[in-house]
């Protein structure tokens, strides 16, 4: 056996035993479809190295990413030993939030809040604070992903349409071996400001890559909202 596969099968009995150990205890919330479109997406997932879903507000888009990433965690221990989000720390319309005090984590827990949120459907909160204790489970700003291999990890880029092209391609460049990408994002939505606003990285990602092996390009629309009614009514009319 090669070095490099005795160091991944190392890996892999490793990363078998933090999972039983970071996601021990009752099973998840099952993830589940309500739409036609987010069976589309939780197939994509199962089946594609890279899923990039362009979804409207209140699609489920970061609910279901986030959700099998857990269960992928769980269910493929010798596969996966660990989640990463990455976010732009782009604020809504380039609002300033002003200084942020603490680390890292504590400086990004802002704009992780979201998936954060989407975890606490799936699993306890005392197991989120486990994994992010352990290592099993990392927030990384995109601006901090240079130089980084994403190896043995499922890897959820959230809020995409406010990284640039730039900011798309070196997350794409850092997928190692036995990793799965999930990038998602509201092509609407982008906080970007001027020509990057239109041509920002989830769009153009999009474009450059939908006839790629191995990469899944999913769009949820109107008919796969599942917030409240009202909020596919509310879209409609800002669409017109």
Do not use: W
Not at 9 to 23: E, F, H, L, P
Not at 24 to 42: F, H, R
Not at 52 to 61: F, M, N, P, R, Y
Request: charged share 25%.
């Amino acid at each position: 056996m090669s070095p490099r596969r005795r160091r991944e099968s190392r890996d892999a009995r490793q990363g078998s035993n933090i999972v039983k150990k970071r996601i021990g205890g009752k099973p998840p919330v099952p993830v589940l479809a309500k739409t036609d479109g987010q069976q589309v997406y939780i197939d994509a997932i199962e089946q594609s190295d890279i899923i990039i879903c362009d979804g409207l507000a209140g699609t489920g888009k970061s609910l279901l990413s986030v959700g099998m990433a857990i269960k992928l965690l769980r269910d493929y221990p010798e596969t996966y030993n660990k989640i990463v989000m990455v976010r732009p720390a782009v604020s809504v319309q380039g609002e300033d939030l002003g200084f942020l005090p603490g680390g890292i984590d504590e400086k990004m827990h802002p704009y992780m809040m979201p998936l954060l949120n989407s975890m606490r459907y799936f699993i306890d909160e005392s197991v989120i604070t486990t994994m992010m204790g352990n290592g099993a489970l990392e927030i990384i700003p995109v601006s901090f992903i240079r130089g980084l291999t994403f190896n043995n990890t499922i890897v959820i880029f959230d809020e995409a349409q406010n990284a640039s092209p730039l900011q798309m391609k070196t997350f794409l460049t850092r997928i190692g071996f036995n990793t799965k990408a999930i990038v998602e994002g509201d092509i609407s939505q982008s906080d970007l400001q001027g020509d990057l606003n239109a041509n920002n990285g989830l769009q153009d990602v999009m474009d450059r890559l939908s006839d790629v092996e191995g990469v899944s390009i999913v769009r949820l629309g109107s008919s796969d909202v599942v917030r409240s009614p009202i909020v596919a009514r509310i879209l409609k009319r800002y669409d017109e």
